[in-house]
């Protein structure tokens, strides 16, 4: 997660919301990294999992990511869960939950589904405290 968390303060540089992921293959060694970036590209996609999900599977030459784990500093909104499941990432480990867009426990639970063909391991609130902190500061400077 402190991998993650230095792509989400890396993303504040941008004025992107500040959101970070990693990628971890199955000997725990981080492959690829993700920040938000649509402020930055201009691209409503750039969320910090889905850059960070494109980017393994690009180094990979494959679009099948089971054996692998996102890490990601906020819950995954809908997009995101569905790129999760998408690349049939064995597990998603996320900090803070959000009560707004949160698709993987809090407003939806995409993940862990029954009516849908894969299902995703998931570990909430890891390091939550910083994440929501890093969050919640960035929203008070902007009003």
């Known amino acids: 997660m402190a991998e993650a968390l230095a792509e989400a303060r890396a993303a504040l540089a941008t004025g992107d919301v500040p959101v970070g992921a990693v990628v971890v293959d199955e000997s725990g060694v981080v492959i690829a990294r993700g920040r938000n970036e649509r402020e930055a590209t201009g691209d409503p996609t750039a969320h910090a999992e889905v850059v960070a999900l494109r980017a393994a599977a690009a180094l990979r030459g494959d679009w099948n990511l089971a054996s692998c784990i996102l890490v990601v500093t906020l819950e995954p909104c809908a997009m995101c869960a569905g790129a999760a499941l998408a690349s049939r990432v064995g597990r998603v480990v996320y ?6 867009a949160g698709a993987v426990g809090s407003v939806y639970d995409l993940l862990r589904d029954r009516r ?19 969050l919640r500061q960035f929203f ?3 009003r």
């Open 140 to 142: 008070d400077d902007r």
């Open 116 to 134: 849908l063909p894969h299902r995703v391991e998931v570990v909430a609130g890891v390091d939550a405290d910083l994440s929501s902190a890093m």
């Open 95 to 100: 900090g803070a939950w959000d009560d707004k």
